[in-house]
Each structure stands twice: as C-alpha cells, then as structure tokens.
C-alpha cells in the first residue's frame, strides 16, 4: 500500500521536473539592435560566426554570466550578449517559399511571399497561423508550421 501512495508523488514530482524542463528549453529571445555577433564563445575574444539582423529569433540553450548560448532555426549554435537581445516575438520563414495571406485560411488572398530566412514580427496567432508583418510594413497572416520562432 505505501508504495503505491508514493507513485503518484514521484510521477508528479517528475512531470512537474519535465514540464520545467521543457518551458526553460523553449525559451525564446529576438535581436534587439540592427546588427549583433553571433559568437563561437561566451566572449568578445571568441570568434564571431555569424552576424544577425534585428528580429531575427533565437532560441535559449544556456546561460552564463552576461552571455546565452542560442540556436538559430537552421539548428545552428553560437553565443549573444545578453543585452543585445529582446522579448519581441519574430518569426522566421524555414521553407522556400511562404504565402503571406489576408486571413489565417489557405483559401485567403496571397498577399506576399516571403522567402526562406526572411524575418516577421509576430503580431497575432489564431489556430495554427501567425500575423505577421514584414519590413516593409506588410501585414498578413502565415501557417505556423511554415516558420520557426515564437
């Protein structure tokens, strides 16, 4: 009898270390300045690898001191000064092609394309579609499943 009182404690003490788990990995940041480094350590001293535009979103892998350690969309991994980063939402196109629509339905007006890499503010979701607005100030909406980021 004891040891089933403690199952239920146990599983859910797990969950919870799991669910924790996988809200910390999912943790999103976007670049907050025109340009940034993308470095291959958590320095300036490090080799810079790629140089990232604003917007462009990233997700959180590690922390240390003033530095996180993010991967891009393509799965790629590197190092950003924290305060060179943001909360807003972006979106970046992982397919060729994306049809940028009027309404968050397939049969909705193509607005746009936006190409592979492209970046999109993230500025409304609804049933598996994102609104989202390009440099050029265009608004329209895209299915989710044809971007990365948050």
Known sequence: ???????????????MLLLMQ???AREMVSVARPEIHLRSGPGTGHEVTWI????YPLQVLARQGRWLRVRDFESDEG?????????????????????????????SRIVARA???????TLAH???WARVRNDRGL?????RRL????
């Not at 990232?52 to 917007?55: F, I, Q």
């Not at 992982?94 to 049809?99: G, Q």
């Open 22 to 24: 996988a809200a910390q």
């Open 52 to 55: 990232l535009s604003r917007g």
């Open 139 to 143: 608004v329209g909406w895209v299915a």
């Open 147 to 150: 971007l990365w980021g948050w």
């Open 79 to 107: 190092w950003v000064f924290r305060s060179l980063t943001g909360k807003v939402p972006h979106y970046v196109v992982k397919v060729k092609v994306a049809n940028v629509r009027s309404a968050p339905d397939t049969r």
């Open 1 to 15: 009898m004891t040891g089933t009182r403690r199952l239920p404690g146990v599983v859910f003490a797990l969950l």
């Open 115 to 121: 190409a592979y890499g492209e970046v999109l503010r």
């Open 126 to 128: 609804h049933d598996g």
